[in-house]
């Protein structure tokens, strides 16, 4: 096991879950391999002390860096962890780091994972190239950073909050 996963493990259940948000969010700024390494590590070894929060930053790491190496690990991981309950089922988070890594071991890029999730917002994984205002909604052209791939997205800001539909 990574030392880091070691001493978050030991440290996690005596933080409130915001520090244990905190913490997890500070591994995805690790360098690549090391910060996906260490978030799989922790959901496979998370239990009802390391808290929801926590475990949702690890998928949302493992959605952005982790491998296609990690793949059968984080197949198994998704059969395991605890749901917690809730009104939504954090689950789905490591559906979209799966959606993602499986996306980068069959087609090259884990853009094509946002891209096919299409409600998603875009990240600092893709790069604003234009914006126009339509009448009811903005279209903008997004870049992937890593592969080249131009998308169009729909943003739609007369609801409670924007909603994202990706072309
Ligand atoms: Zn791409």
């Not at 978050?8 to 259940?13: G, K, Q, R, S, V």
């Not at 929060?53 to 998704?78: F, H, I, N």
């Not at 096919?116 to 052209?141: C, H, I, K, M």
């Amino acid at each position: 096991m990574h030392p880091l996963t070691t001493s978050l493990l030991a440290e996690l259940p005596g933080l409130s879950a915001d520090q244990r948000h905190q913490r997890l969010q500070a591994i995805g700024r690790l360098p690549g391999d090391e910060a996906a390494t260490v978030a799989l590590e922790i959901l496979e070894n998370m239990d009802e002390g390391t808290g929801v929060l926590a475990a949702m930053a690890c998928a949302d790491t493992l959605q952005r860096l982790g491998r296609p190496d990690q793949l059968e690990r984080l197949r198994a991981v998704r059969a395991t962890v605890p749901s917690f309950g809730g009104l939504r089922d954090w689950r789905a988070d490591i559906d979209g780091a799966l959606a993602a890594v499986e996306a980068v071991a069959q087609q090259g890029c884990r853009c094509k994972a946002v891209h096919a999730n299409n409600t998603a917002p875009w990240g600092p994984e893709f790069e604003q190239l234009e914006r126009v205002e339509e009448e009811y909604v903005s279209v903008v052209t997004v870049r992937c950073v890593s592969c080249g791939q131009t998308y169009r997205v729909t943003v739609d800001d007369s609801y409670h909050y924007p909603m994202f539909s990706w072309h």
